[in-house]
């Protein structure tokens, strides 16, 4: 299956790391660089080969990082250039590279450029950015920015607006202006020419907008316009992505991931195929959004596995041998999935390692966002004002203004808050992610879920992850077998088949709390001559009806061609 040819991320396994939360090595409550290159043995004990750093850059922190200030310098909480380039260094010496964050959608309203875009309206930064000038008094259109209000911001001084997606600090750079392009062709080949491993692109599907910005149909129970149409895969991203590839990716061997919400299958198809040379994978935000109800995230509603199980089914099929997956349950924008799709109370430890197996033996490129391999938890505070996320912050203004109450407003936080996954890392009992104040409260169940108690009990969700992490290395029927949906309409049992040419993996988790019966038969796999490859309950029966016991997972390999 041509795997001499492979690239080498088609067997990797990426660790996330948000550093503010990640490990602070100088007591100010904020996580830096030093504290990651001291954490870089955990993360090479684990087996991971790539780190994803979220942003590091110089940032006034409106959206912790995403509102890029300078491109070429760090974030002075963070460290400095100098510590930059050790973490690349001593990330190499552990076989790990570092894939950085590039976010070009926007930039900061710090940024030089914008400075000098808003001074003047014949200032040649003018066109970096996407001015228009108001309809009588109101915003150039009416569409809504992802952060609450309006997506456009009046510039007094100026008299005209400027379009920002999210927030009014991060205003949106213009692609069609081929200098600003050019700019970021040219502050990619600076870090790449530093020794990283590639980039994560934010919201990378968004860059190309309609020019004419036209007005977006208003949902019920919103204020604004829903411009996505006109933004997400918008008419020049494939040349965009295209010529970026030219101009700076080829000339590299690295890996490259594209945030892209509301891409399809089909446009993913387009995306990774390599003969088109855009990105190597996307983020596929379909499967976060199946517990949303039709008001949107905040819109909590449970999740159906048959719809989960469909929408696996549909990009698997979708991108084998066509493009390539990426895999993901957490990341720094995602609620914790153990809290999510699982169970974090009486099952935390079995259905953290349930969903790891489950996901893990997909098609594609996983990735793990740090605490995710203890089985960190969401959190919930009972004040608003220990909260930090901007996205958050903003919601609930709004929705308390149009009368929503407090309760309702926080059990929407509590299930889907970003800050969810930004309470600090938990090291040990006492947390030990800071000497000095955490910038956010950490979770209090530090002192049952940390990484000291994980390295030492030998059967933690630590080790299975390490586990999985082992097998992808191994065998390469997780990169390459075919996939195929078992019992798909069954509520709580996700079972499917990874297919090689010599062998047939079934893999089966329970996500319920109820036990389950299986029959072989349903299987269409032989019943004896298996192997067992994981589990997280230890052992798995053989009899013809097996009884799958409360978030139980499993992977059992079945050789073809011998007979039983
Ligand atoms: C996606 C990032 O993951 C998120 O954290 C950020 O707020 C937005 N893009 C804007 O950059």
């Known amino acids: 299956m041509g795997q001499q040819m492979d690239p080498w991320w088609k067997k990797s396994v990426v660790y996330q790391i948000y550093p503010r ?70 990330s190499k010496k552990h076989g790990i590279r570092i894939v950085m964050d590039l976010v070009v959608n926007h930039s900061s309203d710090e940024h030089e450029w914008f400075v000098e875009s808003k001074s003047s309206r014949d200032s040649i930064y003018r066109d970096y950015y996407i001015w228009r000038d108001g309809k009588e008094g109101h915003p150039p259109n009416n569409w809504g920015s992802v952060f609450s209000g309006s997506a456009w911001e009046k510039d007094e001084h100026m008299d005209s607006y400027y379009l920002h997606l999210f927030s009014k600090k991060q205003p949106d750079l213009n692609w069609e202006h081929q200098p600003l392009r050019e700019e970021v062709y040219q502050l990619m080949t600076y870090w790449l020419e530093k020794g990283i491993g590639g980039f994560r692109m934010d919201v990378i599907n968004f860059i190309s907008k309609d020019t004419q910005l036209p007005d977006g149909i208003v949902h019920p129970n919103n204020i604004y316009g829903d411009g996505s149409p006109y933004f997400i895969n918008g008419p020049k991203i494939h040349p965009y992505l295209q010529e970026m590839n030219e101009k700076v990716l080829s000339k590299y061997d690295v890996v490259t991931v594209g945030e892209m919400p509301g891409a399809t299958t089909d446009d993913a198809r387009t995306y990774t195929n390599p003969d088109n040379k855009e990105v190597n994978m996307v983020f596929t935000f379909e499967h976060m959004d199946l517990d949303s109800g039709p008001n949107g995230k905040w819109n909590v509603q449970p999740l159906k596995l048959i719809d989960l199980k469909r929408n696996f089914e549909k990009w698997q099929h979708a991108l084998h041998k066509v493009g390539w997956n990426s895999l993901y349950w957490n990341n720094h924008d995602q609620p914790r999935v153990v809290s999510r799709f699982g169970n974090d109370s009486e099952y935390r430890v079995l259905s953290a390692k349930m969903l790891a197996i489950c996901l893990h033996m997909l098609q594609g490129t996983p990735y793990i966002y740090q605490g995710e391999e203890l089985g960190m938890t969401n959190v919930e505070f009972q004040k608003l004002e220990d909260y930090r996320d901007i996205e958050t912050l903003n919601m609930y203004k709004e929705k308390i203004e149009q009368g929503i109450s407090h309760e309702d407003i926080m059990t929407g936080i509590y299930a889907k808050g970003r800050d969810n996954a930004r309470t600090p890392m938990q090291w040990t009992v006492e947390g030990g992610f800071t000497t000095g104040t955490p910038w956010i409260r950490m979770n209090p169940n530090t002192d049952e879920i940390n990484v000291e108690q994980a390295i030492n009990d030998s059967t933690s969700i630590f080790y299975t992850y390490q586990r999985l992490i082992q097998l992808r290395k191994q065998h390469d029927i997780i990169t390459h077998g075919s996939f195929q949906l078992l019992l798909a309409d069954h509520p709580n049992l996700f079972v499917y088949k990874r297919v090689s040419a010599d062998e047939e993996w079934l893999v089966v988790a329970n996500f319920s709390d109820q036990t389950e019966q299986l029959e072989w038969k349903d299987c269409d796999v032989a019943s004896k001559s298996q192997e067992l490859i994981i589990s997280n309950y230890g052992t798995v029966q053989t009899n013809e009806i097996v009884e799958i016991r409360p978030y139980e997972a499993f992977v059992v390999a079945f050789k073809k061609g011998i007979e039983n």
């Open 21 to 90: 939360s990640f490990m602070d090595s100088n007591g100010d409550g904020i996580g830096d660089i030093q504290g990651i290159i001291s954490k870089l043995d955990y993360i090479q004990k684990l087996g991971i080969d790539v780190i994803w750093l979220s942003p590091v850059y110089d940032s006034p922190n409106d959206d912790n990082g995403y509102d890029i200030r300078n491109y070429r310098t760090i974030m002075q909480e963070f460290g400095t250039m100098e510590d930059m380039e050790q973490l690349i260094e001593e």
